[in-house]
């Protein structure tokens, strides 16, 4: 080959070296242009979703909140001014407690939720929670009201521990379905959860509290079944539940008697039986709410919480909003309780993840069940257990637990998707991601 054919040739491969250059760099152009409007598009879509939360959902606790704190006001008026106190007094520390548990609202609205991911953490929160239930039963800071040992006393603060334990049990179960989604698909693998739950059951029934004990039931059961067990092993846990209440029940009648459990079972079944006795209460109850009328006998102007009915301020406080505001207002108050539900679960729907999902989904429904319970109480439903509406009822800690839950719930909601649009794009920009590992990887070979 002669000195001219190889200079031809090597010019002919340079100009191919140069052409596949070219076009090369136009591709490494062109990836880093879709890239970089990939990138903004996606600090785009968090921005809007990290600073703004649920509007609907923040206007639906603002307004139950300051719907519960007057009406607590217009029950418990008349009972500070019986024990000596100004009629402001019950009111005025539910406000201070409010204006503690909106901080915390907005505190932890702003806290990733993923923060309560940690399996450290939500396995400590659930062993304190079990300490104090513990402490309640077994130490001289148990205190005793209406025959029930519940709250633990330091000085005049008091609380109930069964407070925090709802809050432990939905961060602990979501941790555990995320962490081990494949649990749930074996009952082997159910044991962690029935070891969780026993313990709470056990010592809640102790107290007696058989609507906590129920409601965190509830919970957990909405939890697991959301997570994706078997129906068959959710009819199993379910029954073994059942069973366990029960046998604390009827362990509780052994060792105390009968008379607690009568005297709730015998106002529900009768409760004109002996108003002037064990019935009392509930008859109370149920003449505020047909006192009430259609638009209520006016704010402020209820007759039965001039201490005829019992509690007026605490579990029976939606006797009083019947009596008040009638049938428009229980009416109401039932609505607002029904969209923070609805809209509870509108957010875990469009939840990025599956531990947002399941903590939303569990706090929603410690909410709606809670809410239904008192109000099924109130109205001689189902026998009286004792548990309060949330929002309205007299419970400083509770409130304040309470909005701390909605500000998890508000940070959840500035993580949500709110439409297609952003969906598809974080998929282009996971899409993109795993492209340019698949071109490195075989850029690298």
Sequence with gaps: MDNDSINIRI????????????????????????????????????????????????????????????????????????????????????????????????????????????????????????????????TP???????????????????????????????????????????????????????????????????????????ICLICFTLIYVGGIRHIDLAIIGAGSAVLIAGAVCWKIFVEGFTYFEKRFQSWLDPFSDITGDTWQTYQSLVAIGSGGFFGMGLGNSRQKFQYLPESKNDFVFSIVCEELGFVGAVTVILLFAFLVFRGFYIASKSPDKFGMLVCIGITVQVGFQAFLNIAVVSNLIPNTGISLPFFSYGGTSLMMLLGEMGIILNISRHMTETAEEENALKRVDNLKQAKKRISRTASK
Aim: proline content about 3%; charged content about 20%; overall charge positive.
């Design 141 to 215: 800071l148990g205190k005793s009201h209406n025959e029930a040992r519940r709250w633990l006393g330091f000085g005049n603060f008091e609380f109930q521990p069964s407070e925090i334990m709802k809050f432990a049990m939905v961060i602990l179960f979501a941790t555990l379905i995320v962490n081990k989604p494949k649990s749930l698909k074996s009952k082997k693998g159910l044991i962690p959860y029935l070891a969780f739950l026993a313990p709470v059951i056990g010592l809640l029934m102790l107290q007696p509290h058989l609507s906590c004990s129920i409601l």
């Design 11 to 138: 010019e002919e491969d340079e100009g191919r070296h140069k052409k596949s250059g070219s076009k090369n760099i136009k591709r490494e152009h062109l990836f880093s242009i879709r890239r970089l409007f990939t990138k903004i598009n996606q600090w785009r879509v968090r921005d809007r979703k990290l600073g703004t939360m649920d509007l609907p959902f923040f206007f639906i606790v603002t307004i139950l909140l300051v719907m519960g704190l007057i009406m607590m006001f217009s029950a418990s008026y008349a009972w500070a001014i019986s024990e000596g106190e100004k009629g402001i007094y019950y009111a005025e520390k539910q406000m201070k407690f409010a204006l503690f548990g909106i901080a915390a609202m907005f505190i932890l609205s702003k806290v990733d939720y993923h923060f309560w991911k940690n399996r450290i953490f939500s396995v400590g929160i659930y062993v304190v929670g079990i300490l104090l239930l513990l402490m309640v039963k077994f």
